[in-house]
């Protein structure tokens, strides 16, 4: 199955690929990890998205474009992808149908989570990361077993730095200006999922679940 998971930043795109696959056992395609690794890495690449990521900005087509691209050609992507965080401008949604049709392959279906502004912003500030697996946490509603630490590897857990409040709103906003007229894109291409994103984690991924068994 080939999939997008489309919405605002800390709408639970990551934390739902996530579980999404390990049930289906198919890759979940970070754009935003892979960026952090470049940068962490200090790649190119890296040192070329440091400054619009720093800022909450998107970082420009051709370089995430490049990315999946690349991405989608590996054997892992050949029963089915999880896209989560991309693509995020019509451009991209664009040059990922070209490559798809290129690659002779579809996306079944756009996730697409919807959750209010004061929501996104109390996620967002308590977002928690792993310094190494880059598992994602919250301090509030979704804390690992030891403080500050990760349950899957037991690495130190570190904030974001664009998930502090002077970049959160930022990043807001690039979201309503270049990624929400997706939302229209996908509709008519009779893609779209809508999935209301306020509830439990667990009780979302049963929505996801029941949307993916009915298509
Ligand atoms: P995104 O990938 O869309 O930016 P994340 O999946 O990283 O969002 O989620 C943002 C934050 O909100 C994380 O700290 C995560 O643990 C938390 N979170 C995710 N889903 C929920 C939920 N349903 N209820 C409360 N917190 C959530
Ligand atoms: P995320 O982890 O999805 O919240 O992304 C973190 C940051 O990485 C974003 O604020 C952007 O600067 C950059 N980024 C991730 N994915 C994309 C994308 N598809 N297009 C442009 N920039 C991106």
Do not use: W
């Amino acid at each position: 199955m080939n999939l997008i998971f489309l919405g605002p930043p800390g709408a639970g795109k990551g934390t739902q690929a996530n579980l999404l696959s390990e049930t289906l056992n198919i890759p979940q395609i970070s754009t935003g990890d892979i960026l952090r690794n470049s940068v962490r890495t200090g790649t190119p690449m890296g040192v070329r998205a440091k400054s619009y990521m720093d800022s909450g900005s998107l970082v420009p087509d051709e370089v995430v474009v490049g990315i999946v691209e690349e991405r989608l050609q590996g054997a892992d992507c050949s029963r089915g992808f999880i896209l989560d965080g991309f693509p995020r401008t019509v451009a991209q949604a664009d040059a990922l149908d070209l490559m798809l049709t290129r690659l002779g392959k579809q996306i079944e279906h756009v996730l697409s989570m919807t959750v209010d502004d004061e929501e996104l912003l109390t996620r967002i500030g308590g977002r928690r990361m792993c310094e190494k697996c880059g598992k994602g946490y919250h301090t509030l509603f979704d804390p690992p077993k030891i403080t500050d630490h990760c349950d899957q590897c037991g690495s130190k857990l570190y904030q974001r730095d664009d998930d502090k409040v002077e970049t959160m709103r930022k990043r807001l906003d690039e979201y309503y200006q270049k990624t929400a007229p997706l939302i229209q894109y996908y509709s008519q291409k009779e893609l779209l999922r809508p999935i209301p994103g306020i509830g439990d984690i667990k009780d979302i991924q049963n929505r996801i679940v029941e949307v993916l068994k009915g298509s």
